[in-house]
């Protein structure tokens, strides 16, 4: 069965510090994978997503993804973090046919420190 | 475009009392999710439609109903509430995979609803 696991559940950072949100997943063919963020009381907007094709994903906001096959990872990374990037990031997978099946991690919860 | 519209935004419910939670979009998507959020847990699928008349359970349906006479509209239907679905309901739509005959599409999402039951 598919799975998705977020291994830190919150995340502390300075802002301008690098950011790096880990996402595992587990299927095995290849997956369509998203990551989602939700700020306060709203709902959720899609950062960025990876169906095939160049395994490096740029999205909103300044976010990027790297799909790693040989890891089953697709990590969420930021150079420089904004203190508005305060917010909870879920990684997300679905599948042919079923993306609207979404499988979602239970999310990491992001701080940003002035 | 209003996208996907969601109410009551908040709903205070006595145990074994029924609602509905209204979920409406105007994009002509032909999928409609439901997924509930529960802290450490993420979002799970409650049930989810592939087109009007048509819809089938996700991975967590029991005390769910729905119903999807139209394409715009997917309601969700609690019988008999009960403390256990307190929590915040996200309802879905994407574009069918078919009708576009690309894999490339996004589902959005509508701004959440917030259920308590005492």
């Known amino acids: 069965a598919q799975s998705v696991t977020q291994p830190d559940i919150h995340i502390t950072v300075s802002e301008g510090a690098s950011l790096e949100l880990r996402c595992n997943y587990s299927?095995?063919?290849?997956?369509?994978l998203f990551w989602y963020v939700q700020s306060p009381g709203q709902g959720l907007q899609l950062l960025l997503k990876?169906?095939?094709?160049?395994?490096l994903v740029q999205g909103i906001k300044g976010f990027e993804a790297e799909f790693k096959r040989s890891q089953s990872s697709f990590n969420l990374r930021k150079p420089s973090v904004h203190w508005s990037d305060a917010a909870e990031y879920f990684c997300a997978t679905g599948r042919l046919g079923g993306y609207n099946k979404l499988i979602f991690g239970a999310g990491t919860r992001l701080a940003v420190h002035p | 475009n209003a996208g996907v519209t969601q109410t009551p935004k908040f709903q205070v419910l006595k145990t074994g009392q029924s609602m509905t939670l209204q979920c409406a979009q105007d994009m002509n998507h032909e999928y409609m999710s439901w997924y509930r959020q529960d802290p450490g847990m993420g979002l799970r699928l409650i049930h989810y439609?592939?087109?009007?008349?048509?819809?089938d359970q996700g991975e967590v349906p029991n005390g769910y109903n729905v119903s999807r006479s139209t394409t715009e509209d997917f309601p969700l239907r609690l019988l008999s509430a009960a403390p256990s679905q307190t929590s915040v309901y996200f309802c879905a739509s994407s574009y069918s995979r078919l009708l576009l005959q690309v894999v490339n599409t996004e589902a959005f999402f509508g701004q959440g609803t917030r259920l308590t039951v005492v």
């Open positions: 299927y095995g063919a290849t997956p369509y």
């Open positions: 439609s592939v087109g009007a008349g048509i819809t």
């Open positions: 990876y169906f095939s094709g160049d395994t």
